[in-house]
């Protein structure tokens, strides 16, 4: 799935919306200190007042927010695992009895249980829904309405939230005139931050795949490996950070630790490259070749092969292994890259990164960048200065 795919779906959970339907609504309390299922509750979702459905609704949307590769990952099933929730959630979906369905789901719940003592109690709730998404008209001529044919798409979607301690309160009672401590024992549960869930199948352009499914970081780069493995059963992932990383260690390998500000640059506008270049692909990635090219295009002589693959044998161990392109790159035309100072911060686009460089003056290091017009501080344009005097 790509960010297009996720906010296909995400921006359907809205009430009275005809082209989502779901059936049921399941939720499992687990209580944190036996890690026991405490109760659960299944019911059609459409039986559930307007405004529960409104916050439903929102923490689905929740579990479905976020950068791929950074809070959301689509991780491939473990074929040779044991009781596989490939299958487990498989049937799920396929079940057309209720109790079948709610039964296959708890097998889920106990798998989140297995050897885990959690800080909270968790309410961890399943929906199984059917998503329609109308194809668009082939002409003008056609007569046929949009939503007369329709991709459809069924899937279930899991969300796990803790529960907090109710808010203690003092109140003013008007008719006995006097101060009343009131006491809430029943807990809350937080739906505006998931701690984590998942949508299966993946769905990518209009094409579901079961071999795959969506999962969803509560944390921004920390997907949980134990959740992954041992409840979805899937392959471990790398996250955008890590491969970020992976890239740096690499150059810094062939190269050392240091760039001048210009080859840098060209660095990023051959990536910038290879991403426009692959648009069609769903994600550009650089294997061991590209990356010898890319850093060989940026000017960097020195670069071969024999110190591309030595420097992926001492990184990664993995000659093989591929970098998502936009891991890698800075939002390329935006002010994303910080160079933070003592002085000052600036904030530039990796396409303006050449016009920035560090040289030195007088004996001392400065940040020298080049700019097309005059430059105005506080209302008082600067006058330019010979480079060099004092």
């Known amino acids: 799935m790509n960010k297009k795919d996720v906010a296909n779906i995400r921006k359907q959970f809205k009430v009275g919306n005809d082209l989502l339907k779901i059936t049921e609504i399941f939720n499992v309390y687990v209580m944190k200190e036996s890690s026991d299922i405490y109760h659960q509750q299944s019911q059609p979702f459409e039986m559930l007042d307007e405004d529960q459905q409104e916050l439903f609704l929102s923490n689905f949307k929740k579990v479905l927010t976020g950068q791929m590769d950074e809070k959301l990952f689509e991780l491939k099933f473990k074929s040779e695992s044991e009781n596989n929730s490939q299958f487990i959630l498989h049937r799920g979906l396929l079940s057309n009895d209720v109790e079948d369905w709610k039964a296959e789901m708890l097998l889920i ?20 829904a059917e998503f329609l998404k109308p194809m668009k008209r082939r002409s003008e001529e056609s007569e046929e309405s ?47 931050a998931p701690l984590a869930g998942f949508l299966f199948p993946s769905i990518t352009d209009n094409a579901a795949d079961v071999n795959h499914v969506l999962y969803s970081s509560g944390k921004v780069n920390e997907p949980d490996p134990e959740f992954i493995e041992e409840v979805l059963n899937a392959e471990e992932t790398m996250t955008a950070q890590d491969d970020k990383i992976v890239f740096e260690e690499i150059v810094k390998h062939v190269t050392g630790d240091q760039l001048n500000t210009s080859t840098l640059a060209n660095v990023y506008e051959e ?120």
């Open 146 to 192: 949009e939503r007369d044919t329709v991709y459809s798409h069924s899937f279930i979607l899991c969300s796990i939230n803790k529960t907090q301690e109710p808010k203690k309160e003092l109140q003013f009672d008007y008719v006995e005139k006097e101060f009343k401590y009131n006491v809430k024992v029943d807990p809350v549960i937080n739906l505006n």
């Open 109 to 128: 719940v106990e798998k989140m249980l297995n050897d885990k003592q959690y800080e909270h109690d968790l309410v961890v709730t399943f929906i199984r």
């Open 271 to 390: 990536i910038n490259r290879v991403i426009e270049e692959n648009e069609e692909e769903e994600t550009p990635k650089l294997d061991r070749r590209d990356v010898e090219r890319v850093l060989q295009m940026s000017g960097l002589e020195q670069v071969n092969s024999e110190k591309i693959e030595e420097a992926y044998q001492r990184v990664i161990d993995d000659e093989k292994y591929e970098i998502k392109a936009s891991s890698v790159l800075p939002k390329y035309k935006s002010k994303s890259i910080k160079i933070s100072t003592k002085v000052a911060n600036i904030s530039i686009s990796p396409e303006d990164l050449r016009y920035v460089k560090q040289v030195n003056f007088n004996g001392k290091l400065c940040i020298m960048i080049e700019v097309e017009e005059d430059t105005v501080i506080e209302g008082f344009t600067m006058i330019p200065e010979a480079f060099g005097s004092r």
